[in-house]
């Protein structure tokens, strides 16, 4: 009995000596593979360190204490970690590493920006928590250097290598120091941060409660100012941050796919609120299928042209350069759809509000750029503006066309001025109200549409053209005085106007125009030209007008409707001649037909002439007119034959003139 209970006792003595043993065993190599990833840090010039490492076996928990870390890179990156517990760790095999959980205790971080030494960064997170991770149980690849995009990227890398359900942290601070240069600085505070599914560089959602932030500014001229605001509710789904990586990456530099960085991302409210008396509020913003194209958007190149401080203002050439890699920025970004809604400011001025702002991108291009529900006010009086867009803006050539303004001694000649029309295909308003002068009555645009397309060169060959709009008489202008006399309190305009010159037929079509004066007359016109050369688009004056003796005139077709101006015109005559209405109007007929002595070789336009005085007789109907060319008839000979014998420039035409109701 004895010496069995002396080997119970000797194989418990045993298994708790080999117990502590592989215990201590475990703890020493952990300790080691920290060191080997501080030392991967210190051969690149940097500084790392850890504090006291220890190893549960019971509970297969980890705790390290004290690791800090600062890069080479000047300015250098410096990390600082209070402590690192992982709980229920394992290793499936030599290359990966799994934690039930994990927490990270006082974790801060400091920075700087090469380009601008002054401006700094410090964030602080005092609880971080992962849960269910699994990651390379050493680092994969060290940075190719110590500066802050190498870095970063590599951080990138070893994210992507990272699975987890869950990292959490309750709050973050940070606080921002612009220096000396430019004296001012902030501080943030984020609350319930969240990041869900976790794995392979990917990340199905994200969330931030709310962020809270101050800023303070002092410019070297002009007031010192201090902004606070808090931004609530932020979310983003299905986030890839390979596709941020490969931004980082010379490798992917001639890549020139799309990869979606966010599906999503939405805020809820926003507001900000200055010293200075300005207060701006946002109900919300959304913006969807984000994609990033590498080979556009090689920042470590953008980064490198940032000058210094202190550094002389950048040359023409430099500038060129500079503002063709923010072109390239635009280019390298998609975006499905942004949408900005519920945006109210409040000024010293008094306030403004916009219901919704909204764009789109892709390869450089706005396909529409809108802002919806504007609400303001102008000295005169409030301004309203129910939608206003711009069509196809090209953002990218803009940005490099003006590069050719950037240097005042040398502006560029007017073809490449021109050019600019091209860079926009449309403008777009409606349901505008702005004050009239001191009427305190609104000028009204309902609708109005402007397109232009099909470039020759830098000049378009085609245009559309619709207005709608009102605007309120004022009597004290003499040329108004006429039509407030008359009755009438407001001037309404209805337009539509199409023009287009085919390059195949060498024709150009001016069609339709339509002109609605309310209350005064409704006209529509066609009207065509044959034998047009590409050549009179020429933005040289000299070139277009020597291809324009070329162009010869078309069909004419005309239809005017009499809505109340033969009246307005007679009344205005008779009260100018102190006459009755009937008189007048006979006196205007008979002014009419007394052109037949000058046109008494041609029956055409005697016949004309007459039904021009039938129509002033009987108002409220409409006039025909159609002109056709009787051969080839060059409009400069026709110009000119305008100037000097009317008639024989009329007589080129067969001539067709009616009247109707």
Do not use: C
Not at 314 to 329: E, H, I, N, S, Y
Not at 414 to 443: H, N, Y
Not at 518 to 523: H, L, S
Not at 572 to 595: K, N
Request: without cysteine; aromatic residues 6%; neutral net charge.
């Amino acid at each position: 009995m004895i010496k069995i209970l002396s080997g119970l006792v000797a194989a418990i003595v045993i298994a708790v000596g080999g117990f502590f043993g592989f215990q201590f065993y475990t703890q020493h190599r952990i300790a080691s593979e920290i060191d080997t990833a501080l030392e991967q840090i210190r051969a690149a010039g940097g500084k790392a360190s850890r504090g006291k490492v220890s190893f549960d076996l019971l509970s297969r928990t980890v705790t390290i204490a004290e690791i800090t870390a600062q890069s080479a890179a000047q300015p250098p990156v410096s990390i600082k970690v209070g402590s690192l517990t992982a709980s229920g760790v394992s290793q499936p095999d030599a290359a990966r590493f799994s934690a039930d959980s994990i927490e990270i205790a006082d974790l801060e971080i400091d920075a700087a920006m090469a380009p601008q030494p002054a401006l700094s960064f410090a964030y602080k997170v005092p609880q971080i928590s992962v849960k269910d991770f699994s990651g390379p149980a050493s680092v994969q690849r060290p940075p190719a250097s110590s500066s802050f995009a190498d870095l970063y990227r590599s951080g990138l890398e070893q994210f992507a290598g990272v699975t987890a359900t869950s990292i959490t942290a309750a709050s973050l601070t940070g606080t921002i120091n612009a220096g000396v240069a430019a004296p001012g600085g902030g501080e943030v505070a984020y609350s319930g941060f969240a990041m869900q599914g976790i794995k392979d560089g990917k990340v199905a959602s994200m969330k931030v409660d709310g962020v809270v932030f101050t800023i303070n500014s002092q410019p070297p001229r002009g007031k010192p100012d201090k902004l606070t605001g808090n931004l609530a509710n932020i979310a983003a789904l299905d986030i890839d941050t390979t596709a941020v990586a490969a931004l980082f990456d010379p490798s992917k530099s001639s890549d020139d796919q799309y990869y979606r960085a966010y599906r999503q991302v939405t805020t809820g409210p926003y507001v900000v609120t200055s010293g200075q008396g300005l207060k701006m509020r946002i109900d919300g913003m959304t913006i969807d299928e984000v994609g990033l194209r590498p080979s556009r958007m090689q920042l470590p190149d953008l980064l490198a042209m940032i000058p210094p401080a202190g550094a002389a203002p950048p040359t023409p050439a430099q500038m060129r350069a500079m503002l063709d890699k923010v072109a390239g920025l635009y280019e390298g970004m998609r975006i499905g759809n942004a949408e900005m809604h519920g945006l109210a400011v409040e000024t010293p001025q008094g306030p403004f509000k916009l219901s919704a702002m909204r764009f789109n991108l892709d390869s450089g291009k706005v396909n529409e750029f809108a802002i919806e529900g504007l609400d303001g006010r102008t000295p005169q009086g409030p301004l309203k503006v129910g939608r206003f867009a711009l069509k196809s803006l090209d953002v990218a050539n803009l940005m490099r066309m003006s590069a050719l303004f950037s240097n005042p001694s040398q502006q560029p000649p007017p073809d490449q001025a021109l050019a600019m029309l091209a860079l926009i295909e449309g403008v777009e308003l409606k349901a505008l109200a702005a004050p009239f002068r001191d009427t305190g009555r609104p000028v009204n645009i309902d609708a109005f549409n402007l397109d232009w397309g099909q470039f020759v060169g830098p000049i378009p060959s085609k245009l559309r053209l619709a207005l709608k709009m009102s605007a309120p008489l004022d009597a004290r202008d003499p040329g108004q005085k006429v039509l407030v006399t008359a009755g009438l309190d407001k001037a309404a305009i209805d337009l539509d106007l199409g023009a287009a010159w085919t390059e195949a037929s060498r024709a150009f079509a001016l069609e339709p125009v339509t002109l609605d004066l309310g209350g005064i007359a409704r006209a529509s016109l066609r009207l065509s030209l044959a034998n047009v050369p590409r050549g009179v688009f020429s933005p040289n004056a000299v070139q277009a007008a020597a291809m324009a003796g070329q162009i010869e005139a078309g069909t004419i077709d005309l239809a005017l409707r009499d809505t109340g101006g033969i009246d307005l015109a007679v009344a205005q005559y008779a009260r100018l001649q102190s006459v009755s209405r009937e008189a007048a109007r006979s006196v205007i007929v008979d002014m009419i037909r007394a052109g037949r002595e000058q046109a008494a070789a041609n029956p055409q336009v005697l016949a004309a002439l007459e039904t021009v005085a039938r129509f002033v007789e009987t108002p409220r109907q409409t006039l025909n007119v159609k002109l056709t060319p009787l051969g080839k008839v060059s409009v400069q000979q026709l110009n000119e034959f305008m100037n000097t014998d009317p008639m024989t420039a009329l007589a080129q035409f067969r001539i067709e003139a009616s009247t109707g109701l």
